[in-house]
């Protein structure tokens, strides 16, 4: 929860925007079926790992993660915050809300890595 847009590599407001949809919105519904899966900030393009604070922050209710674990191809242990984690927020808005307020003050929007 102490992370903001300055923290990630080439942030961009419009990408993080469309992350929205691998998460449940407002009113707890969702992710569609189909729907992207959140990658890992730290990922490299084209070699992106899943976003483990989101496996465990709202993994359960995605369709796509639910198929993954009843495959085996995710453990559900991989659906729980591990053990020594910081706290994480309670939803994708609350972190959206935070970068765009962080992307607006710090001049991170558009930002490229060096």
């Known amino acids: 929860m102490d992370r903001d847009a300055q923290d990630i590599p080439a942030f ?28 890992c900030h730290q990922s490299k393009v084209g070699a992106e790992v899943h976003c483990a604070g989101w496996l465990a922050s709202v993994g359960h209710a995605h369709p796509g993660v639910r198929l993954a674990v009843i495959s085996g191809r995710l453990e559900p242990t991989q659906l729980e915050p591990g053990s020594g984690w ?16 962080s992307a607006t003050t710090s001049g991170a929007e558009g930002r490229q890595e060096s």
């Open 86 to 101: 910081p706290a994480l927020h309670d939803s994708y808005a609350e972190v959206l809300d935070k970068l765009r307020r």
């Open 12 to 39: 961009r407001l419009e990408l993080a925007e469309k992350l929205a949809r691998t998460c449940p919105d407002e009113r707890g519904r969702g992710p569609d079926f189909g729907a992207p899966l959140f990658a």
